[in-house]
DNA sequence: AGCCAGGCTACCG
DNA sequence: CGGTAGCATGGC
């Protein structure tokens, strides 16, 4: 399994090369890992890592556009924001109602801790705030070395057959975290290397290209 | 015209 | 515990 996780990513790697993500203002950032540069930044991270839940970044940049308007980006400012501004601001990317509770929630969390990295638990606990998310989280707001899963990794991984079905988040997680490098450039780049494929090969089925056969 | 998108909570058995 | 309805907009 080391072997097979390893040489899946050499081979998205050599398709698809650095991806860098997290996008930051709009834009991605190849090969460079400085990210986020600031507290805006990491923020913007942050507030993105909700408002992607089972949405469209296309849709999550229209709603940040708004917010960076509203001069948003910004634990306090949200939390100044009138509630039904913020609803209006972050509509294009759906389930307005409960993500604006989660931004409220996020934002009181972020300002309690002062500039201090939060662990798993604590952001676990933020209502609005699940594996993944906290995850992304972790991986891309904070450098932690946590790897993310998504559909798209369980679907790869399912399709290709290296996973059973039943497997849950944690169990990936946890396949990943043993079998390669702990290296938060390493996860960030596996994790937006998998989405990429899957958004080439696995968008619609039937889905594609199997990563272990030979070519 | 449906189906799906970089999920989570609440509630069910 | 594991399983799932509901949340909502917009792109393709």
């Given at each position: 399994?080391?072997?097979?996780?390893?040489?899946?990513?050499?081979?998205?790697?050599?398709?698809?090369?650095?991806?860098?993500?997290?996008?930051?203002?709009?834009?991605?950032?190849?090969?460079?890992?400085?990210?986020?540069?600031?507290?805006?930044?990491?923020?913007?991270?942050?507030?993105?890592?909700?408002?992607?839940?089972?949405?469209?970044?296309?849709?999550?940049?229209?709603?940040?556009?708004?917010?960076?308007?509203?001069?948003?980006?910004?634990?306090?400012?949200?939390?100044?924001?009138?509630?039904?501004?913020?609803?209006?601001?972050?509509?294009?990317?759906?389930y307005f109602n409960q993500k604006t509770e989660y931004l409220i929630r996020i934002a009181e969390f972020y300002n309690q801790l002062r500039g201090?990295?939060?662990?798993?638990?604590?952001?676990l606990a933020v209502k609005g705030i699940g594996p993944e998310t906290a995850d992304s989280i972790l991986l891309y707001a904070y450098k932690q070395?946590?790897?993310?899963?998504?559909?798209?990794?369980?679907?790869?991984?399912?399709?290709?057959?290296?996973?059973?079905?039943?497997?849950?988040?944690n169990k990936l997680k946890e396949m990943f975290e043993k079998n390669i490098e702990k290296d938060f450039k390493t996860y960030q780049e596996y994790?937006?290397?998998?989405?990429?494929?899957?958004?080439?090969?696995?968008?619609?089925?039937?889905?594609?290209?199997?990563?272990?056969?030979?070519?």
């Amino acid at each position: 399994m080391t072997l097979k996780l390893k040489n899946i990513y050499s081979k998205l790697y050599k398709e698809y090369g650095a991806q860098g993500w997290w996008p930051i203002n709009g834009k991605y950032h190849k090969g460079n890992y400085d990210f986020p540069k600031n507290t805006r930044e990491q923020f913007e991270i942050i507030i993105g890592a909700i408002l992607t839940q089972n949405t469209s970044w296309l849709q999550v940049e229209k709603a940040l556009k708004n917010l960076r308007k509203l001069k948003c980006i910004d634990a306090e400012q949200i939390l100044k924001l009138d509630k039904e501004i913020l609803k209006e601001a972050i509509k294009p990317t759906g389930y307005f109602n409960q993500k604006t509770e989660y931004l409220i929630r996020i934002a009181e969390f972020y300002n309690q801790l002062r500039g201090k990295t939060p662990s798993r638990k604590e952001l676990l606990a933020v209502k609005g705030i699940g594996p993944e998310t906290a995850d992304s989280i972790l991986l891309y707001a904070y450098k932690q070395p946590e790897f993310v899963i998504d559909a798209y990794t369980k679907r790869i991984l399912t399709h290709n057959g290296l996973i059973d079905e039943t497997a849950n988040y944690n169990k990936l997680k946890e396949m990943f975290e043993k079998n390669i490098e702990k290296d938060f450039k390493t996860y960030q780049e596996y994790h937006a290397l998998i989405v990429e494929h899957a958004k080439n090969h696995y968008q619609k089925k039937p889905y594609g290209e199997k990563l272990t056969a030979k070519k």
